[in-house]
């Protein structure tokens, strides 16, 4: 089989991890992200794999769009002509050629990369419009954005305050909030700014805040997502100090990753686990927007009467 990266060198090596990688990819021009592809995956996916949204200029007009039962095609010219942005959860449990694609994107990583080990990996496909945005967030796992087809502008900036909060990590972590945090224009004077074309990729460092702006064309993007014995050791932090905080009313002291403190968060993340307060305070996602091609934007909001939720 075709290797994925084209060359992964000593400099990429040293930085990743803790820095922003740029790597080159031979994705771009494979038949599994055709249109037709893509259709016939649009339709075989479950439908709690697929979180389709919307968003006008700003963050209020964000929301989750209904497929409403529209072929593949379908959704494709309302993403073509529209304001639409879909992402395929875990593709890789839907088409094996998925997953054998993330076998091998790691198999190659962790080959170049002393200590490298990873676990819980997970493929996302996304396919979003002309103009569409993702506005500024992060994720919990170690996180990569792979450009297939397209252009789109992606802002990274620093984990760390005042970009990124260590409550906005916790609350996160814990479910407790959607990735969104705060966010301030000037923000984007302290970041790093890439233009993707298609084979381009791109690792940043672990709860990087980014944001994402198409350029005028249809993107079609691979996300990848991963986690590392030290990412599970830094959520179970997170978790434990954000029951800390929350839920005892005690200021955590430490953010250390190792030593009696942070087990005793490993334990307190453990136990308020296995009670099952987890599941109870998961975010649920309520689709306030239905899939229409012939609509503005592609798209028609839903009464809120008629509204369902999705509990993800
Ligand atoms: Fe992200």
């Known amino acids: 089989m075709q290797q994925v990266f084209e060359d992964i060198d000593q400099r990429q090596i040293k930085l990743w991890g803790g820095h922003t990688v740029a790597l080159r990819h ?10 037709e592809s893509l259709a016939a995956l649009i339709e075989n996916i479950d439908p709690r794999h697929m979180d389709i949204s919307t968003m006008g200029d700003d963050v209020t007009t964000w929301g989750h769009v209904d497929r409403a039962g529209h072929s593949g095609a379908t959704v494709l010219e309302a993403i073509r002509d529209g304001r639409i942005w879909l992402n395929m959860m875990a593709i890789e449990k839907v088409d094996p ?6 076998e091998q994107m790691y198999s190659e990583l962790e080959g170049a990369l002393p200590d490298f080990r990873t676990f819980k990996r997970k493929l996302g496909l996304l396919i979003s419009s002309p103009g569409a945005k993702v506005f500024y967030h992060f994720d919990v796992p170690g996180q990569a954005l792979w450009q297939i087809r397209g252009r789109k502008k992606i802002w990274i900036y620093p984990p760390s305050e005042p970009f990124l909060s260590p409550t906005n990590v916790e609350n996160v972590a814990r479910s407790l909030d959607k ?9 984007d004077d302290h970041s790093q700014a ?10 940043w460092a672990l709860n990087g805040p980014h944001r994402v702006e198409n350029h ?3 993107n079609v993007s691979l996300t990848t997502e991963h986690w590392t014995s030290e990412i599970r050791r830094s959520y179970a932090m997170n978790y434990g100090n954000g029951i800390l905080r929350r839920e005892l009313h ?13 087990w005793a968060k490993a334990g307190l ?3 308020w686990r296995a009670t099952g307060m987890q599941r109870k305070q998961s975010y649920k996602r309520v689709l306030s927007y239905r899939i229409d091609p012939d609509a503005e934007l592609g798209r028609a909001l839903i009464d809120e009467k008629d509204r369902t939720a999705v509990t993800i």
Do not use: C, I, K, Q
């Open 179 to 187: 990735e969104d945090v705060p966010y301030e224009p000037w923000f």
């Open 97 to 102: 050629r998925f997953s054998e694609l993330l």
């Open 250 to 262: 005690w200021r955590p002291r430490t953010r250390a990753m190792s030593g009696p403190a942070f």
């Open 194 to 203: 890439y233009d993707l074309e298609p084979g381009d990729m791109l690792h």
């Open 216 to 218: 005028d064309v249809l």
């Open 269 to 271: 993340t453990a136990a």
């Open 26 to 35: 031979t994705l771009a021009n494979r038949e599994m992200f055709s249109d």
